[in-house]
């Protein structure tokens, strides 16, 4: 006979919270959590023992420290966590794993001991600080290796002027990052434009669809399940950073919030895949020899 009640609903782990049960974690120096009574979010500093108890001291993005008690009642990635003090074992353990993959951030083996090659003819140019910094942070070993240096276009209006100052060539490429490269935008149009031009051939243009490189960080690593949506008008940045509840009256407040978020960034695995795909293709392009 079936059972006309179906399984047991009491089976399985039904007490659990919602958002699931707590993972411990170890406190390692770095790891951006957030304190669920507070509200607060920094970057583990240290670890202590005070009073008899383990304190967790996390600082946050405008360098203000903050003592908590280690263990339950932190969010990682928005998960709840319990922090134990790191380990001498797991740090062993850690520095040996480290040694062994031997990974750079954007996920490349790494060079030992490799210095800077002389600089190469070609280039990968980008529209602005942020992006610049964003692609030193993740990419900035592999590029190091190569030689290949990162320039600023200060905004893409003048593309098409700046590949015939460059004047590239078989031996000297050109690779361009174009923020909100997206069907029937100015950046579509400008670029289409440049890809016209008889030197283009020695020329990569990519670009990934966000409005800025800032979308390109996975929310996840602010805690956040998706980016503000800015409506069309206002000055994009400071809407983002008031949404985020972040000062944003001036570009100072902007650099620093840039900090914070860049800051969140540990490897390539916390970019969106778009981003990744356009860079890895443009230091490909500049780097791999090709026929003509």
């Not at 990569?204 to 490189?213: F, S």
Request: aromatic residues 6%; proline residues 6%; glycine residues 10%.
């Amino acid at each position: 006979m079936s059972d006309r009640y179906g399984t047991d609903v009491l089976s399985g782990d039904w007490r659990a919270p919602r958002g699931g049960r707590a993972v411990p974690t170890e406190a390692e120096s770095g790891l951006v959590v957030e304190d669920v009574q507070t509200g607060f979010v920094g970057a583990v500093v240290r670890v202590e023992k005070a009073g008899g108890m383990q304190v967790l001291h996390l600082e946050d993005r405008h360098g203000r420290t903050k003592g908590f008690p280690l263990g339950p009642g932190f969010l990682l990635d928005g998960k709840p966590v319990i922090l134990t003090p790191p380990t001498a074992e797991s740090r062993q353990a850690l520095a040996q794993a480290r040694a062994a993959t031997s990974r750079t951030a954007s996920g490349s083996r790494a060079v030992a001991h490799a210095p800077a090659r002389v600089a190469a003819g070609s280039r990968i140019f980008v529209e602005g600080r942020h992006d610049a910094e964003l692609v030193e942070k993740i990419w900035g070993d592999d590029l190091r290796v190569e030689g290949v240096v990162v320039e600023l276009l200060e905004g893409v209006d003048d593309l098409s002027a700046v590949i015939r100052d460059f004047a590239p060539s078989r031996d000297r490429r050109m690779g361009v990052l174009v923020d909100h490269l997206v069907p029937g935008t100015k950046e579509d149009r400008i670029v289409r434009a440049a890809e016209k031009l008889p030197q283009s051939r020695w020329v990569r243009i990519l670009g990934h669809p966000y409005v800025d490189v800032w979308q390109s960080v996975r929310p996840a690593r602010l805690g956040l399940t998706a980016w503000p949506v800015i409506e069309r008008g206002r000055p994009w940045k400071e809407s983002v950073l008031a949404e985020l509840g972040w000062a944003h009256r001036n570009q100072a407040d902007v650099a620093r919030g840039w900090k914070q978020i860049l800051g969140s960034v540990r490897s390539y695995g916390d970019l969106e895949p778009m981003l990744l795909a356009s860079v890895e293709e443009l230091i490909d392009f500049v780097t791999v020899p090709q026929e003509d």
